[in-house]
């Protein structure tokens, strides 16, 4: 899966109440998943506010996702880095080998 998908895949389901890489997804405020209503402009008012705290909210865990990805492809790459190397050592030593069977051959 590329690196797109697996942040569309997140950020389809933000609410989900699990964290992944340390990253904990926002809550809703409570006035939009309680059943309070805005009967005066204070709480419409409060409610903005607690809107706009989650709007950052959502765009930091955005960026928390994005890190924790970047650096889980980052660990990837470096262990196919080394597994690839390994295999390239254990041909080097192969060859050797096939070679000149009574030939020294370092291990790999």
């Not at 996702?65 to 050592?89: F, G, K, P, T």
Request: charged share 25%.
């Amino acid at each position: 899966m590329n690196y797109f998908a697996v942040v569309a895949l997140l950020t389809v389901f933000p609410t989900s109440a699990y964290a992944v890489g340390n990253c904990y997804p926002p809550i809703q405020p409570y006035c939009l998943t309680g059943i309070s209503t805005f009967d005066d402009q204070f709480s419409f008012d409060r409610c903005r506010r607690e809107m706009d705290t989650y709007r950052q909210e959502i765009v930091d865990h955005s960026q928390c996702l994005r890190d924790w990805i970047d650096s889980e492809v980052r660990d990837a790459q470096a262990q196919d880095n080394q597994a690839q190397e390994e295999y390239s050592n254990a041909i080097k030593y192969w060859n050797c080998k096939a070679k000149d069977p009574s030939d020294y051959c370092s291990r790999p």
